[in-house]
């Protein structure tokens, strides 16, 4: 595993959620002299969520049981649903209900106190590796999606500026391409995939979904959106096979169905590879 080396660590902020003030401290001190910047000590899951909707820290690390009504685990959902931050867990209780609990939150990691030095040290270094090939993992995504955009609307373009006989002389090209059933069944697959695109919304469901699974509950906060029209394209989505809902208890979580969207992006780009090289796009 590469380290984030003392150079990177500068600029990696974290927030230290923790009720007893010594153990705070300490883990404060380790992560400085590491060359980590720690933005604040918190004791309480209200004020955890206020400092990390006003900074935007790159992780959290989160004590379970803190001060106040809100428990760690309740403070990490609102953090991980929100704003998209890691959480480690710190804790010294380790039993069976509250793992189960603590997993709600989808935490990136679980320590158990008291740790040593260089497992809190470890455990930060490889959340910050995996944390940085999502981001790399999400670029991707969107340079796909922008991808697909830009050849749709180059193909778009191209077909308007042609002249009447080059249009004859596509519409028999065609004609004759589509004669073949595997070409006809996959521009069939590509044109009922694409009318799933034609609302922006169903983009950005796309997005969130690309990393973990919400409940339409938790994607109407994250995109500010009403349920009635999400539950609309959630419904669309998941008829075309792009997203599933998995059931847990009354609530229904939604997940990305990573290779069925990949692999009508890789149908599209090959596509309109041959439709540039049929009809001289440039």
Request: net charge negative; proline share 3%.
């Amino acid at each position: 595993m590469k380290s984030n080396g003392g150079k990177n660590r500068l600029n990696q902020k974290i927030l230290i959620v923790e009720d007893e003030p010594i153990p705070a401290e300490d883990v404060k001190e380790i992560l400085e002299a590491e060359g980590y910047t720690i933005i604040g000590i918190v004791n309480n899951g209200l004020d955890a969520i206020d400092v990390a909707s006003k900074q935007k820290p790159d992780m959290v690390l989160m004590d379970i049981n803190l001060q106040g009504n809100m428990t760690g685990t309740e403070a990490a959902v609102v953090i991980q649903s929100y704003f998209k931050i890691p959480i480690i867990f710190l804790t010294a209780y380790a039993d069976k209900t509250t793992l189960k609990e603590a997993k709600k939150a989808n935490p990136y990691g679980y320590i158990i106190k008291p740790y040593e030095e260089n497992e809190i040290l470890t455990t930060i270094d490889i959340v910050f590796n995996k944390r940085q090939m999502e981001q790399e993992k999400e670029k991707l995504f969107l340079q796909e999606i922008n991808s697909v955009k830009k050849e749709l609307e180059k193909a778009h373009l191209n077909s308007n500026s042609k002249t009447q006989n080059q249009e004859n002389s596509e519409e028999n090209v065609i004609s004759s391409l589509t004669t073949t059933p595997d070409i006809q069944e996959n521009e069939n697959f590509l044109m009922e995939m694409l009318e799933e695109f034609s609302n922006t919304d169903r983009f950005l469901i796309l997005d969130c979904l690309r990393l973990k699974a919400h409940s339409i509950l938790e994607l109407e906060i994250i995109l500010q959106k009403a349920q009635p029209t999400l539950y609309h394209h959630i419904r669309r989505l998941e008829q075309k096979g792009l997203i599933k809902g998995k059931k847990n208890g009354k609530i229904t979580y939604y997940s990305l169905m990573e290779h069925n969207f990949q692999t009508f992006l890789t149908s599209w780009k090959a596509w309109t590879q041959k439709f540039t090289a049929w009809f001289g796009v440039e």
